[in-house]
């Protein structure tokens, strides 16, 4: 059997071929072929699951995304070469994909309604309107079933899929196209091509190599430009329609542009752009031929790619030409079929509400500079010098100093910079992950979970700069820790006084007096915590293993405590105050502190963020180290090896790399290292099964807590 027919029979077992007399292509797509996958009840199960998502996350669906009742779902003709059990995820993908497209028209219409409001705020609001949380559950379960079922092909999705937001209306107007070849460039990044091709690839599970991807290039550009000019002819009614009746801009079209550039009606700009797309169309037909008469185009993975882009052409066309997305007469409910009997939340933050938010998120980029008493950037203060504002709850309200002088107001420069620093250096941002799983579940307002995720943020930045201090660490996060840049003096006070900012935040809080009780009493626990763990390793003293879990609780945990805390003390549900997250967030912070000991002494990634096995230079008691002295009976040799390896790294604060890797090979007889891991996989079925009868007590399943303990496992 030859090739070409082996590759046939392969195409048939996932998809047919449609009969043309069953459509109406409008003379596009001469020549081309259009293919049905054989799972399309599969594509069709994934679509209505993301509706149904959708429904119980966010709220009710205005729009229309892959359903295609008349000639086959987007996914079953636009991917049909999909791996039968990838159809379904695909299909999800792409439906959230159709629906969140929706939202950022909508953030369009409000920049129409309110032309004070900056795109930003716009798209914050509409967001907000929606549920934002509810959005970050639908992607975090996207990327989560992404990832397991093939992780280098789903990084690939989730990374078009970031390109295409980033995309945004802004930059479309700030391009006065003046050519077809300007706007097609400008269209192939806006049109979403990238994110289906990438969702094409991981339907059948293929990569490419650098050299591929350029080989694949300029077959690319011409395929998009087919598709994209293809979408313009088959949706510029509905544009127009739209724009005519000021519920948005002026469309991004080569229709418009033709009429435009040309003086042209639309019937007539109609048929120089369908004109256009068949050119494109046999140009395709033409370059692919061409590449594959090459040696290159020899290539089995390469032919299998480039009739799934060929496939994807007809399959665009003529689901564009029936769907209910694109055509107004053939719509039905749209959210007809799927579940409605969920709690909606009833509080809805006002667009007053959301602008403020939109305020809080834009200050967490300068989080690093102390912000005034009443919260706000200095920026932001009126120019007059004569203007002064007292804090409604100060104690000297009346008696208000005005400042005629920007020069008398002390300059928080020194104090900021150490903050500023070590704040620049890139974040895994488990905290701010953490806050939005935890909110599935407690679903406090937008506005007082962003104020709250800055308090967690400036705890954790001040606690980086005191923890690098005692334990005299050269790196954080593989660059130099703030003491080494700006004195041991500067960074004690610039970490002092970002505890003092986190408590000022604390009190802007809603539920003032219950968030300072929260607030005091974890920050005693961190620095009980952290007592224990300088007292060991200060009088070379090893803690039982029970003592080291205790200290991590306080320490590594009370963080995660204290953000649960302060969410439920501000969310307005009953049920919320009884969600039982201790024993979640002791195994969580456990897992997480217990990751990072096992890491520090056998992960390449940490040697270049904090050095080569750092934590024997501190003489320090990790856990694997507490295991080999604790119990490890039967290698005592081992154990006064390791012991005093720690004591002249605590006196030397340095040890050599062959000092470090026999203390490793001591590691090795004790098998300590080995009893880490299996602590881990506990500590994870435990986190796993706490999150599990979370899930079943409140009804709601947690795909960002999810995530977040997947990728803490990789």
């Known amino acids: 059997m030859d090739q070409s027919q082996s590759l046939l029979d392969e195409y048939n077992e996932t998809s047919y071929v449609v009969d043309s007399s069953q459509f109406d292509s409008q003379g596009f797509c001469d020549g081309y072929e259009l293919r049905r996958h054989r799972c399309e009840s599969e594509a069709n199960l994934g679509a209505y699951e993301a509706r149904r998502d959708w429904l119980r996350s966010i709220g009710p669906i ?35 994909a159709f629906i969140y497209d929706n939202v950022l028209e909508s953030a369009k219409e409000n920049l129409l ?8 705020d716009a798209y914050e609001i509409d967001c907000s309107n929606l549920s934002i949380t509810g959005a970050k559950q639908l992607e975090s379960k996207i990327i989560l079933s992404l990832m397991k079922k093939d992780k280098l092909c789903g990084q690939q999705v989730m990374q078009k899929w970031k390109e295409a937001v980033l995309t945004t209306d802004g930059q479309k107007q700030a391009k006065p196209f003046t050519t ?36 694949l290039k300029p077959l690319t550009r011409t395929n998009a430009r087919a598709l994209c000019l293809a979408n313009d ?23 418009w542009l033709c009429m435009k550039w040309d003086n042209v009606d639309a019937a007539t700009a109609k048929e120089r752009v369908k004109s256009l797309t068949l050119q494109y169309e046999a140009d395709f037909v033409r370059e692919r031929d061409a590449f594959l008469s090459t040696d290159a185009g020899q290539s089995r ?37 799927a579940e409605l009997d969920f709690d909606l939340q009833t509080s809805r933050p006002t667009v007053e509400d959301l602008r403020n938010a939109c305020k809080v998120r834009a200050n967490e980029n300068k989080s690093s500079a102390p912000m005034p008493a009443d919260g706000h950037s200095p920026d932001a203060m009126p120019e007059s010098s004569e203007v002064c504002e007292a804090r409604v ?47 599935v579940w407690l679903g406090i307002s937008p506005i007082v979970l962003e104020r709250i995720k800055r308090v967690i943020r400036i705890l954790h930045n001040a606690s980086l700069m005191l923890d690098d201090i005692e334990d005299c660490s050269p790196l954080r996060r593989g660059k130099p820790a703030a003491h080494t840049v700006f004195g041991v003096p500067a960074t004690l006070n610039a970490a002092n006084f970002a505890i003092l900012e986190a408590m000022e935040e604390v009190c802007k809080l809603p539920e003032k007096l219950a968030s300072l009780e929260v607030f005091t009493q974890q920050m005693r626990e961190l620095y009980v915590g952290q ?18 879990l205790h200290m991590v609780e306080q320490k590594t945990g009370g963080l995660f405590v204290m953000l649960a805390r302060l969410m439920q003390v501000h969310s307005s549900s009953e049920e919320a105050q009884t969600v039982p997250l201790q024993k979640l967030l002791t195994s969580l912070g456990q897992y997480f502190q217990i990751r990072d000991d096992q890491r520090n002494l056998t992960t390449s990634e940490l040697e270049e963020q904090k050095g080569f096995c750092e934590d024997l230079d501190e003489g320090k008691f990790s856990y694997p180290i507490v295991l ?24 030397r604060r340095s040890l050599s790399k062959e000092m470090k890797l026999l203390a490793l090979e001591q590691l090795g007889k004790t098998s300590s290292l080995e009893a880490t891991k299996a602590k881990l996989e506990s500590l994870y079925a435990e986190a796993e099964g706490q999150l599990s009868k979370i899930e079943q007590q409140t009804g709601r399943e947690n795909w960002i807590m999810r995530l977040l303990l997947w990728k803490l496992s990789l």
Request: with cysteine; glycine share 4%.
């Open 301 to 337: 993975k390469l032919q299998r790619y480039l009739q799934a882009m060929t496939q994807q052409i007809p399959g665009n066309l003529v689901w564009s030409l029936s769907c209910p997305r694109y055509h107004a007469e053939r719509r039905y409910d749209p959210n007809a079929g």
């Open 113 to 120: 309604d309110d032309p004070n409001l900056s795109k930003s």
């Open 180 to 215: 077809m070849d300007q706007y097609l460039d400008f269209r192939h990044l806006d049109s979403g091509a990238a994110f289906v091709r990438a969702l094409i690839r991981f339907g059948m599970g293929l990569t490419f190599t650098d050299d591929e991807e350029a080989l």
């Open 233 to 255: 002819y088959v949706s510029f009614e509905r544009e127009l329609d739209a724009y005519q009746n000021h519920s948005s801009d002026e469309p991004i079209n080569a229709v």
């Open 628 to 651: 080999a002295l604790q119990h490890s009976d039967d290698h005592q040799s081992a154990r006064a090896i390791l012991r005093q390896i720690l004591t002249s790294g605590k006196a």
């Open 531 to 548: 007592s224990y763990d300088l007292h060991w390793s200060y009088n070379n003293q090893c803690p039982t293993e029970k003592e080291y």
């Open 393 to 439: 709850d100060s104690p000297v309200n009346d008696s208000c100093v005005r400042n005629s002088s920007h020069k008398n107001t002390p300059s928080s420069e020194h104090v900021s910079g150490p903050i500023e620093y070590t704040l620049s250096h890139p974040s895994k941002g488990v905290r701010d992950a953490l806050a939005d799983a935890l909110n």
């Open 62 to 96: 205005d729009e229309f995304g892959n359903a295609n009742p008349y000639h086959g779902d987007f996914t079953s003709v636009v991917l049909p070469f999909t791996i039968p059990d990838r159809v379904r995820l695909c299909a999800y993908a792409m439906e959230y």
